[in-house]
């Protein structure tokens, strides 16, 4: 059985496979997807993946919703810097 990730995976796969993805739309999805490719090859070749897991931040962190979660804590990082 699929997880929601995994089916969220296929279906924009199945989109794009079909060309029925706005070209803006497969932009974000496609430097989103490799940004976050880039960030897990970095920390699993640096070996940091314990240490992340374990930061503070991230110790007890739990969502439903972590792209939500995620573009949150860049907005605020984006603001804090202004």
Same mark, same amino acid.
């Given at each position: 059985?699929? $997880? %929601?990730?995994?089916? =969220?995976?296929? /279906?924009?796969?199945?989109?794009?496979?079909? #060309?029925?993805?706005?070209? &803006?739309?497969?932009?974000?999805?496609? $430097? %989103?997807?490799?940004? =976050?490719?880039? /960030?897990?090859?970095?920390?699993?070749?640096? #070996?940091?993946?314990?240490? &992340?897991?374990?930061?503070?931040?991230?110790?007890?962190?739990?969502?439903?919703?972590?792209?939500?979660?995620?573009?949150?804590?860049?907005?605020?990082?984006?603001?804090?810097?202004?």
């Amino acid at each position: 059985m699929k $997880t %929601e990730k995994e089916e =969220k995976a296929t /279906l924009l796969e199945a989109l794009y496979s079909q #060309g029925r993805m706005t070209t &803006l739309f497969k932009k974000k999805f496609f $430097t %989103e997807r490799n940004i =976050k490719n880039g /960030l897990y090859y970095f920390i699993l070749k640096k #070996g940091l993946f314990e240490e &992340l897991k374990n930061h503070e931040p991230f110790a007890n962190y739990q969502t439903t919703d972590s792209h939500k979660e995620c573009l949150k804590w860049l907005l605020n990082s984006l603001e804090e810097k202004e």
